[in-house]
């Protein structure tokens, strides 16, 4: 493995994310997978338990720079990476109609590689789908799941979504940020990326299927204005899995972790360390 030690830019940084948290130990790099170039950050103690990081459409690792740090102070050993096309792994021409479940193989040759046999997982939007696929076909990885604004099945809110996103593309503050995350390729990203949800048939779009194959205590998070999203998408869910709770949350849209981080690291973290929410499947956990 091609790595470096505590010398990430600072958007990369893990001291720079929290000004609070004191700095921690950082490992980066790049493994190929599957012909191409995979950019990922291990932080914290090897010796602590691991969760795994699966970042939303059009992010990055950079998506979680409010969790890495917290989840590191509990004492947690944090991998996020860059999937196929996005920040600093690899372009990607295009995305296939399958690419989710191809993206879920992909992470699981990478664990394979670090030799991750067990850990905790916690997916947002195309990440959280990505966590479904994976824990559906390879239960004995996970020991806990959190997903965030996943999609299992087509809704037509799902296409006035994407527009709005077309249309936030084009200026600041997302045009900024897209930059930011993935450099001079960031259009061509967004393009690419658009162009799959439009023009792929979404209607086939279901892992309804693979949920009953998910047997881990699975915590799944939604903003109850997501615009991606009905709040009976996520019930669905959490009604679909072995053992599902339901977090839907008042007042947030598609970016909990960004709109509430405080409230989302300490539910996501006492939910991985054993804790129950005290309302499970149809009520908010507190």
């Not at 997903?147 to 249309?167: D, L, N, Q, T, W």
């Not at 259009?187 to 979404?202: C, F, K």
Request: aromatic share 8%.
């Amino acid at each position: 493995m091609e790595t470096s030690h505590s010398n990430l830019p600072d958007e990369h940084n893990s001291a720079s994310l929290s000004p609070e948290v004191p700095s921690t130990s950082t490992t980066s790099g790049w493994e190929e997978v599957r012909g191409h170039q995979l950019y990922w950050e291990l932080h914290g103690s090897e010796n602590e338990r691991t969760v795994v990081l699966l970042h939303l459409g059009l992010g990055s690792v950079r998506s979680w720079r409010r969790q890495i740090p917290a989840f590191v102070a509990r004492g947690w050993r944090v991998l996020a990476y860059d999937r196929w096309g996005y920040g600093r792994s690899d372009a990607r021409p295009a995305f296939e109609p399958n690419f989710l479940r191809h993206d879920a193989m992909e992470t699981r040759n990478l664990l394979d590689m670090f030799g991750i046999e067990n850990a905790c997982f916690v997916g947002h939007s195309d990440g959280g789908s990505i966590a479904l696929f994976l824990a559906a076909e390879t239960p004995s990885l996970f020991e806990r799941l959190v997903v965030v604004a996943a999609h299992i099945y087509f809704e037509p809110k799902m296409v006035s979504g994407i527009k709005g996103i077309i249309a936030d593309a084009q200026a600041p503050p997302l045009r900024t940020a897209l930059k930011r995350e993935h450099g001079d390729r960031a259009e061509d990203l967004v393009r690419a990326w658009v162009d799959h949800w439009l023009e792929t048939d979404l209607s086939s779009l279901s892992l309804i299927d693979e949920l009953p194959k998910i047997t881990c205590p699975t915590l799944v998070v939604q903003g109850e204005l997501d615009e991606h999203a009905t709040p009976q998408h996520a019930q669905d869910i959490a009604d679909g899995v072995k053992d599902g709770h339901l977090w839907l949350i008042p007042g947030v849209h598609h970016m909990p972790m960004h709109e509430i981080p405080e409230n989302f690291n300490t539910l996501v973290l006492n939910f991985m360390e054993g804790e129950l929410p005290s309302q499970t499947k149809t009520g908010n956990p507190t």
